[in-house]
């Protein structure tokens, strides 16, 4: 465990003294779980990735993970995410503290408190510096344009940092309306008669009509979607939870502590008692986050998934959330034609400052105009 201290102004509520400790994110004593679950119901963020239930059971089955923990003098926990000290990030040979996102998990934004987010995040640059040596502080699939971003860009610049946008991209995301007309701006007319067609078919199919039902806390919905998962293409991959005891059991955990908590969407669409596809969501502040989706691969003609991820639109109408974030990749030709709006992300370095943030900065910006030039060179050759 590792610790640093910095004096802070007064501001607002601000505590005067901001502390950095590093715990093992899959061991987290009771106490931190407790503060860490409280933090993460008031971050001015949601970022269920980071949250307790999701990231200490990624932290046990991949190991090697802390969990920063930034507290105020009198105690009070105002930040939380998971770090990794690594000799090299990506294809920079610097030392970096690196915010760290694991193959599932697709928002790397910090929990952080109302009362302090500038100080917590300038505490966290500090302690990169001074405790961990880091040249490179690396916040990877950060959710931009909110709070988070602005907060960590000034405690950049009060310490005369500039942080580097490594990438930036979007992907799908609704955004709450009056009226549940989500799809008109993108789904074509044809598209729409193709998929009417479609689910016409599976309706006859299945000799009765679609439903969709949320079985959350049915351990049998659960076991129903690794099987369709696995007898997918992921399946076919090896990327399947179900290609390792272990890698099943993490989704398992993942999904009874969500749905314990009363934050798990499992959405079965199904007709006549036969199961077609299904779909996991995690609940998080005011948005739903999408996690997994799958389907049963003999039904697979009739677009199974898709159907689900439309009656999925109204059902987000109906819910409380104000926004739902697909979580898929940002090229996922099947989302972005159905979901009309979009979020940010980027990954930003921030050099830590001194020798060491010098370099790594001149290291990065090495890395990528090499990264560029080859990118430049695949565009001609395809």
Request: with cysteine; aromatic share 8%.
């Amino acid at each position: 465990m590792t610790s640093t201290d910095l004096e802070m102004p007064e501001v607002g509520v601000a505590p005067e003294r901001l502390v950095v400790r590093r715990v093992p994110a899959g061991g987290a004593s009771e106490a931190d779980l407790a503060a860490w679950s409280e933090l993460a119901a008031r971050a001015i963020e949601p970022n269920p990735f980071f949250e307790p239930e999701l990231l200490a059971p990624a932290a046990a089955f991949y190991g090697g993970i802390d969990l920063g923990l930034v507290e105020g003098g009198d105690g009070r926990l105002l930040g939380a995410l998971p770090l990794r000290r690594a000799h090299r990030w990506r294809r920079i040979p610097a030392a970096c503290l690196s915010v760290w996102r694991h193959p599932d998990s697709y928002l790397g934004t910090p929990l952080l408190a109302p009362e302090a987010p500038v100080e917590a995040l300038g505490a966290l640059i500090d302690h990169a510096r001074s405790t961990a040596r880091a040249g490179l502080l690396a916040f990877e699939w950060l959710g931009t344009g909110g709070p988070v971003e602005a907060a960590l860009r000034e405690a950049a610049a009060d310490r005369g940092l500039d942080p580097i946008e490594y990438e930036t991209f979007e992907r799908a995301s609704l955004v709450k309306r009056l009226e549940p007309d989500y799809l008109k701006q993108t789904l074509s007319k044809g598209r729409a008669r193709e998929l009417r067609r479609l689910r016409r078919q599976l309706v006859e199919q299945l000799g009765a009509p679609l439903e969709v039902t949320d079985r959350t806390g049915d351990p049998q919905a659960v076991e129903d979607f690794l099987t369709a998962e696995a007898g997918g293409w992921k399946g076919a991959q090896g990327t399947a939870f179900l290609g390792s005891p272990i890698y099943a059991d993490f989704f398992r955990d993942v999904c009874s502590r969500f749905a314990a908590e009363g934050r798990l969407q499992l959405l079965v669409l199904s007709g006549g008692g036969v199961d077609v596809a299904w779909k996991v969501n995690f609940v998080a502040g005011d948005a739903i986050f999408c996690f997994k989706i799958a389907y049963a691969e003999q039904w697979a003609r009739f677009s199974p998934g898709v159907q689900l991820e439309l009656d999925f639109v109204e059902i987000f109408h109906g819910t409380s959330s104000t926004w739902s974030d697909s979580c898929a990749a940002p090229d996922n030709e099947m989302i972005n034609r159905l979901w009309p709006d979009r979020r940010s992300l980027a990954t930003l370095l921030v050099p830590t400052g001194g020798v060491r943030g010098a370099a790594s900065r001149q290291s990065a910006r090495t890395a990528m105009a090499v990264r560029r030039r080859i990118r430049r060179t695949d565009d001609q050759a395809a």
